[in-house]
């Protein structure tokens, strides 16, 4: 009886062993399940941990980025700001400019003008001065105008006759010189000017060297007679010679040359130049 009960009890403690060791198994089952489950959601959370650390680190290099581009703005907008402000202070000083600019060119069209009336006052003196010449001397006399300067030109043949040798202003053309001091007295503020020229080839019996001499002598034998004797102020004349260098070569005249009133028109100029 004792050992049919030790069976039994054997055989339920075998039992009971193997419901223990089943629920045992079952358990460590079920906990090898929650803990695979709990090891994917630790991978899980690592995983969104990673990619939230992505995620800030990439908000936080675009910040970056923001955070630069706005101060490169901001630099930008100060340094157009200063640009304004240069182009402002510049706009104004250009108008400035253009003002005084424009002043400027106003005083010079009122300085222009003032040349232009001297000017046009100093060629209707010397065309008038022309005009009385050629009314005076007629068609025998040459007379123009040559470099600015009414130019009476005589022939040294009709002055001195020998025009190899003679200086002294011959008796026949005394009345033509007369005729141009009766002119040359009506512009007492005229200066003039007597010009001779000779082209003699040698000087044989008479005490000259050459035409320098020669065309020097011409010259103020004319002065002389325009002063001496028709009353001509000698301050106002000069004598010029020539020799055979001057004019067109062998050409022997004697230019009387009487300048326009240009002292008062550079004594505008110089007024105006102050």
Known sequence: MNIELMKKKLILLGC???????????????LLLRLEERDKEILNLKNDLTASKQEAARYKAEMEAVNFQMEE????????????TNFTELSNKKTENISKSLETL??????????????TSTDSTTLALLTSFKNTLGSEVKTGLSGGAVTIILDNLFLFKEVDRNYQVVPEALPVLEKVASVLKKHPGLKIMVEANSNALEF????????WDLSS????SVVRVLADTYGIDPNRIQAVGKSEYGFNGIETTTRIRIQPPYEKFYGTIREMMK
């Open 217 to 220: 002598l011409q010259a103020s």
């Open 16 to 30: 009971v062993t193997c419901l223990a060791v089943a629920g045992y198994s079952q358990s460590k089952k079920e």
């Open 73 to 84: 703005l901001k630099a930008t907008n100060a340094s157009l700001l200063q640009n304004l």
């Open 106 to 119: 106003r005083n010079k069209e009122i300085q222009l003008k003032k040349i232009s009336d001297a000017l």
């Open 204 to 211: 044989k019996d008479i005490k000259l060297k050459d035409n």
